[in-house]
């Protein structure tokens, strides 16, 4: 059965330095997500991405954050200059047409866990 | 603001025991429900999923979820848990025009032998 997979599963990085984390979604697939869950806290959504472009975003995404889909088969995420409060576990997620967004099953991906020391 | 709310954060069980996990959201509008499983050291996956027709969902591994509007609940059920049931259960919403999901805080479910 196809998976999304994510890259890579730990990442430890400093304070201030930028992240990359990288997704591939299901093949054929076209909408793209990315949720992130603090420890002890619920799993939030980040952002949606449609078409080459931001469908929505939530409050927490801002301009430190970005997504792309650089090329037919990884969508990613950057932090430009991650903080503490960026420490969390990153979940990528895709679905299927985008014809009837809401009512289509959202595939997650494995995550990655980012610790910002 | 849009939310949901999940009960039973840590539920312990003994085989071949009911399960019914409670889940409560607060849209006033049409409604998209969902129900994700986490298994140690796996993905999240999809349980069952309503959006409209038979308020009583049937899902994967023996689960069901019955949506009732007026209490605005979609609890998950299963008559008898197995210890390959211990996971994280999520419960979670789309509502308006968008589709993120909205989750809930997670439910433990730990199945004894």
């Known amino acids: 059965e196809p998976e999304v997979t994510q890259t890579p599963s730990h990442q430890v990085t400093q304070m201030g330095q930028e992240v990359i984390l990288r997704c591939v979604p299901i093949?054929?697939?076209?909408?793209f997500y990315w949720y992130r869950q603090i420890l002890g806290q619920k799993v939030e959504f980040l952002v949606s991405?449609?078409?080459?472009?931001?469908?929505?975003k939530s409050e927490i995404f801002d301009d430190q954050f970005s997504v792309e889909r650089p090329d037919g088969s990884n969508f990613t995420l950057k932090i430009r200059s991650t903080k503490l409060e960026d420490s969390a576990m990153y979940f990528c997620?895709?679905?299927?047409?985008?014809?009837?967004?809401?009512?289509?099953?959202?595939?997650f991906g494995p995550g990655t866990r980012l610790l910002v020391l | 603001a849009q939310s949901v709310s999940q009960h039973n954060h840590h539920v312990i069980l003994s085989e071949a025991a009911s399960l019914e996990l409670g889940c409560n959201y607060s849209?006033?509008?049409?409604?998209?429900l969902f129900w994700y499983v986490q298994y140690p050291g796996q993905h999240l996956q999809l349980l069952l999923k309503?959006?409209?027709?038979?308020?009583l969902v049937k899902g994967i591994k023996g689960f069901e979820a019955e949506f009732i509007k007026s209490k605005f609940s979609f609890n998950l059920r299963k008559p008898s848990v197995q210890w390959s049931d211990t996971a994280e259960y999520f419960c979670?919403?789309?509502?308006?025009?968008?589709?993120?999901?909205?989750f809930g805080a997670g439910t433990r479910l730990a199945v004894h032998p």
């Open positions: 997620a895709s679905s299927e047409s985008g014809l009837r967004p809401r009512e289509e099953t959202q595939y």
């Open positions: 093949s054929n697939h076209l909408y």
């Open positions: 991405f449609y078409n080459n472009e931001i469908s929505e």
């Open positions: 849209y006033g509008g049409t409604v998209n």
């Open positions: 309503y959006f409209s027709g038979d308020p």
């Open positions: 979670a919403a789309v509502s308006g025009g968008y589709n993120k999901l909205i």
